[in-house]
Structures are given as structure tokens and as C-alpha cells.
């Protein structure tokens, strides 16, 4: 099926997707380029194919595809570079299997810091992600293109953190956070129990104070200069020690 | 000094220091607001300072100043939330003093990326950084805002790589590239020689072959998944480990 209209009904709602609110009532998101829709067909979250009109290809989908015309691509894209694909997907429901390796983010805003951080998690083996309900959307575009595909390999899921910390110490798990403290453990200091949980900080202000109370260790990543670090530099340093495997 | 027009040919002048050919003819580049104004005072290589009129500052800067109306500030920042202070300031002349530890950089070409490594850099006591000629121009407004400061703190050089890593090893350098080769050393494993300089190279296509083939030793990053990391992240594990002190 082409279309050739911006003012189509079904554009229109795609790209209402831009807008978290819709995001959140559709439960659908936008993807664009052939890697990350590769990576999206493996775990079957594609729901509709769009393709720049005249353009080729070889997804290997046999779900619902449009092609676009070029000024409808062209607007329903956020890419600064022009794209020939887009996909409109369906949020995964995520179950965090695993407690031994989980990442706790408290008001991580920055949405390449979280695409990165992602991407970090899941080259390191973690088993989940924790997200406080004041972190950046996961599904806005920014996040996805930093993640490089690793969201749809990771389970990702919002929660309220203070409640989630004090379940997991109750079931055992270590829970560390983060913070450039007089007291706080080296990282190369720490040794990891069997199950830990990490808690890394919004940009700006670090790890709440209340988190930081209710942590049964704070940690710090020793520099030579001790300036901070970006968050998603940091999370990774973290994350690489302490992997799995 | 007031100024309320964006044809005012002071502003045109610094207008131009948002592209690159401009800062490069006249040596100067702008920096926006507080904490990196504060930063460039303690190198001294501010050389005009713009304060949005209304405003007060209290930075003990004793050249030249000059008061915007809004819509002038407004013009000139790259800032998306608005800033109060534009600082024009003058490229210093860097020079590395230390080999012990050093970061070269192959066609980094993103300005978070390159910004943050330089971050990380500064952190992780390296002693300089040698760009390429084809890595993205240092006193880029994102580059400069993602480092929070630490490029006036680190010299950083541009030049020829290749000649580059030639001189180092006959001065003794152990040079290390990165890459994720089958014969590539594990970070873990590898000790570091009293002098060693680091290749990282571009987003997509990693550290060139002729760069790999010159190197001493060839490294790779220990992960449960092995995906490729973002290279800042990349940059930052490996310097946090090869460290100093």
C-alpha cells in the first residue's frame, strides 16, 4: 500500500509517537534504519513496515508494509539523515528473570546517556534495569538510536525505586550506590556478592539522598583527578568490573 | 558596553565562531554559560565576556565586557534552555609535557563522544591527546559542553596519527590500538608499560587497519555479549584501568 499524504489518518497517528503520551496509550513506538529493525524482527516487536518509496528491501517481514513517499518519510522521521526505513513497534513486556547483576537508574534524564547505559548493560551480561519513574521514556527516538538494539535484548522496567531497593534487600540482594562520598568504597575495592543491585544517579545531583541511605554500600570510582564523571561513563566502569562470567 | 543589535558587527564577528573555518582563521571559539566561563578564567583564555542584560556576574573578570539585550543572546547561543553568560575565548597553545599515558584518537567524529572522552581523560590523569585530522573540531559548542570544562585543562593536538605513532615508538612508546580481533589481548590481561599511548578510533568503522598494523600490541574489552561499545565508553574503561597512580 503507498501513501503519498501527510495528511493520512494512519500517518497522523504514527507520528503521534513522537509524543510519549501516545507512546504510553498505544503502547507503540517508531524505529528507523535497517539495524535497529533487524534487531527488532529477532524478538518479533514489529507491528507495520514503512519504506521509502522506490527503495529496496530485505527484511524478510511479512507483517503489514507501506511504502512512503519521499516528503511523508521525510516528516515522519527525526533523523537529521534521510532514512528508507521505519518501523512501528509494540512495547515488549519485560520480566527481569535474573537478580544477580541488576541496574537501578534514579533520574537518568539525558536520553543518549540512557540509550548508552543500555548498551553497556547488556554488553556486560546484566540481567535487568530498574528505572525510577522520573527517568527519560525509553521509547523516545534518541534513547533507542544510543541503545543500538540492546533494548530489545534487556528487560527494562519502570518501577518506584525506594520500594523496589527494599525488596531486593529483603530477597537477599546487596544493594550499591553510587556516590563521590569521603566514605564510599573503592570500586576496585569492592568485592561483589552473588546478587547485587547497582544504583547509578540523575546527571546533575547524583543518587538521591534517601537511595543513598537505604544502600547497604556507596561505592566510587577512584580518578586521578577528582572531578565527576558522565554518568553513562561511569554505569559502564561500574558494570565492567563487576560482569558476569 | 551595550549591545541591542544582532547587526551589530561585534556580534556578526562572533556569530561566525559557530562553524569551524572561522574559529580556525581567528583562533577564538564561544563557550555558554557559569560553570565553563569559570573554568576558561582559571587558564585565562577568556578574551570577551557577554552578559545578558539584566543580569548580574560575579566572575572577577576584568576585560571586556558587553551587556545583550535578549533577543541578541538568544541569537548567538547554541543553548536550547537559555544562558546569561557567553564567554569568547582564545584557543590556547596546547602542549604535552608527559608521555606516560597518552590517548590518540582516530576519526571521532561525534561531539558527545568526543567531549566526554576528553572528560574521561582529564579524570584518569592521561597526559594529552593526539586527534587525527579527521576527528570533529574540538571547540565544537557540544564537544566543548560534554567535556564540562577538562579541555582547558588537557592538551590536546592534532596531527598526522600515522607519523605520530611512528615517533612515539621510537621514543619508546608502547602503542596500543583497539579492536575487537579473535588475536586481540584482553584489557584484563594486558600491563602496561611506563609509557604507553591508546588508539580508539571511529564510531563505525573502529581504529584504521594501518594504524592496527603499526601498533605494538592490539586490545579488546572483556564482555558477556560481545557487541560493540559506544567509544566513549570503550575509551573510559580502558583508561580507567590503564590509569595513573
Known amino acids: 500500500m503507498e501513501i503519498n ?33 533487524e534487531e527488532a ?25 507501506y511504502v512512503l513517499e519521499d516528503h511523508v518519510m521525510d516528516k515522519l522521521s527525526k533523523n537529521v539523515s534521510s532514512v528508507n526505513y521505519i518501523a512501528v513497534c509494540k512495547k515488549q513486556i519485560y520480566e ?10 534514579d533520574a537518568v534524564q539525558d536520553p543518549g546517556n540512557m540509550g548508552t547505559i543500555i548498551r553497556s548493560a547488556h554488553s556486560f551480561g546484566f540481567d535487568g534495569i530498574y ?32 520500594m523496589k531497593v527494599e525488596e531486593l534487600q529483603k530477597g537477599g540482594v546487596e544493594v550499591v550506590a553510587t556516590a563521590l562520598n569521603e566514605e564510599a568504597v573503592y ?18 545531583s547524583g543518587v538521591k539522598e534517601s537511595l543513598i541511605k537505604k544502600a547497604d554500600k556507596v561505592m566510587k570510582i577512584e580518578m ?22
Open 224 to 245: 586521578a583527578n577528582f572531578e565527576s564523571l558522565n554518568v553513562a561513563i561511569a554505569a559502564s566502569i561500574c558494570m565492567y568490573e563487576l560482569r558476569k562470567g
Open 96 to 105: 527481569i528473570k535474573d537478580n544477580t547483576r541488576l541496574l537501578l537508574l
Open 131 to 162: 528505572l525510577s519513574e522520573d527517568c527519560v521514556d525509553i521509547y523516545n527516538e534518541k534513547v533507542i538510536r544510543s541503545t543500538q538494539g540492546a533494548l530489545f535484548h534487556l528487560p527494562i522496567i519502570n518501577c518506584d525505586l525506594q
Open 5 to 37: 499524504s501527510v495528511q493520512n489518518s494512519k500517518v497522523k497517528t504514527w507520528m503521534k509517537y513522537h509524543q510519549k503520551k501516545y507512546r504510553d496509550t498505544d503502547e507503540k513506538y517508531l524505529i528507523e534504519g535497517e539495524h535497529l529493525i
Open 187 to 204: 570500586l576496585g575495592d569492592y568485592t561483589p556478592k552473588a546478587s547485587i543491585a547497582l544504583i547509578m544517579g540523575n546527571e546533575g
Open 41 to 65: 524482527l529477532k524478538v518479533n516487536v514489529v507491528d507495520v513496515l514503512l519504506v521509502r518509496k522506490g527503495k529496496e528491501h530485505n527484511f524478510g517481514y511479512h507483517g503489514d508494509i
